[in-house]
């Protein structure tokens, strides 16, 4: 499903809701926002939507989602995309939300990793287990060359052609690169790098048989070089990145050339900045009320795994239920004068505007 994604913006965006977190709890708020006629913005720190469905178990099968009897964490994603795709929700995604703090009148500004800045009536955090941020290289001051010459789950925004390019990670995404810029006559990259080499600390890789072939194929012809070893530091000459200086499985020690170094070492959550609001916490999950799935700040509501509160279940289904009461207790706050009735998606002629379907006659 193709995602309304922002486009940079030099004054803060306005808006009446923000919701922090793209995985399926944060995606079905959209929906039930939307039949609220509220319109939202959506922050994600990986770079899709789904977050554990699709980060941890993306072709693993779900028995649990009313209604759906089997479907993939892949496919249940798609599967709300499609579904939330009237609201029109603009996805900002590659980025953590990082800073939240109250305004005046009742708004909230917030302020994302990559500066983007919103003013929002309303917040929902819907941040799972924590921000899926990319497992960094243990190395003491690389992080100096992060987006120059290091660059985490992605390809850097220039040509690698010439330059010794360093892939560490064992997973399908590392080894697909390497292979990818060690082939020669590859269409994507004209210009060959001067040399691909990919490392991990053992010979063994997480990968699909296709990509398994063709990684050994092209060691076998010495386009690609693969190294068992870990990284002990770097090398540097006035300000560019040289080198990783590894040891290796026999405990030698190495200086590696390198001008990119290009790492795939997964992800993992992280709490952070959640747990830094100021939000009343008990063991590192936000309380809420049930009536309406409010934090201790009211204006900004928590839902799925985030939350705590008597009885939790930190199910998809528990989540869908949650951001369906935290839509309605937004509308309460958002338009006061209006009474906020409960309309069925089968008969309201309202609704059926807001989702833009024109229901068989019967
Ligand atoms: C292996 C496995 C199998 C499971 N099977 C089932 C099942 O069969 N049925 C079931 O009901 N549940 C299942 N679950 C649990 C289910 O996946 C979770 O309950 C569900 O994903 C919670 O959804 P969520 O939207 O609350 O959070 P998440 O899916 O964790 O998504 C949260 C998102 O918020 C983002 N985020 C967090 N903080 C920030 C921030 N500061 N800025 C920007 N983004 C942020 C994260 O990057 C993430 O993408 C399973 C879980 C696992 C691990």
Request: aromatic share 8%.
């Amino acid at each position: 499903v193709a995602l309304n994604v922002a486009q940079p913006a030099a004054s803060p965006t306005e808006t009446d809701a923000l919701v922090i977190g793209a995985g399926p709890v944060g995606l079905f708020q959209v929906f039930q926002l939307g039949l609220q006629g509220i319109q939202a913005h959506v922050v994600d720190a990986l770079p899709y939507p789904g977050g554990q469905c699709v980060e941890l178990y993306a072709d693993k099968p779900i028995y649990d989602i009313p209604g759906l009897p089997v479907c993939t964490g892949r496919e249940l994603t798609e599967r709300l995309l499609q579904q939330i795709k009237p609201f029109a929700a603009t996805f900002h995604l590659g980025q953590e939300v990082a800073t939240v703090e109250k305004m005046a009148y009742g708004r909230f500004a917030v302020e994302t990793s990559r500066g983007i800045k919103f003013h929002s009536k309303t917040l929902f955090i819907a941040a799972g287990v924590g921000a899926f941020v990319p497992r960094s290289v243990k190395v003491d001051g690389l992080d100096f060359f992060n987006h120059t010459q290091l660059f985490y789950n992605a390809l850097p925004p220039f040509d690698l052609g010439g330059k010794h390019v360093l892939v560490l990670g064992d997973g399908e995404s590392a080894l697909a690169c390497a292979n990818s810029l060690a082939q020669v006559g590859n269409p994507l990259h004209p210009q060959r790098p001067a040399s691909v080499t990919l490392m991990h600390r053992r010979d063994s890789f997480k990968a699909s048989d296709d990509t398994l072939a063709t990684h050994h194929a092209l060691r076998a012809s010495k386009q690609l070089q693969f190294i068992t070893a870990q990284p002990t530091g770097f090398a540097e000459h006035n300000g560019q990145l040289t080198g990783l200086q590894v040891v290796d499985s026999d405990a030698a020690s190495h200086l590696l050339r390198a001008d990119v170094v290009l790492a795939f070492l997964g992800v993992s959550p992280k709490l952070g900045p959640v747990a830094q609001w100021g939000l009343d916490l008990e063991r590192k999950q936000l309380k809420v009320n049930t009536e309406d799935f409010a934090t201790s700040e009211p204006g900004i509501y928590a839902v799925g795994d985030i939350n705590t509160y008597p009885g939790k279940k930190k199910l998809i289904l528990c989540g869908f239920h949650e951001a369906t009461l935290a839509a309605f207790g937004a509308a309460a706050r958002l338009f006061p004068e209006q009474p906020i009735h409960l309309q069925y998606t089968t008969t309201s002629p309202r609704l059926h505007g807001l989702l833009g379907v024109v229901p068989p006659t019967v």
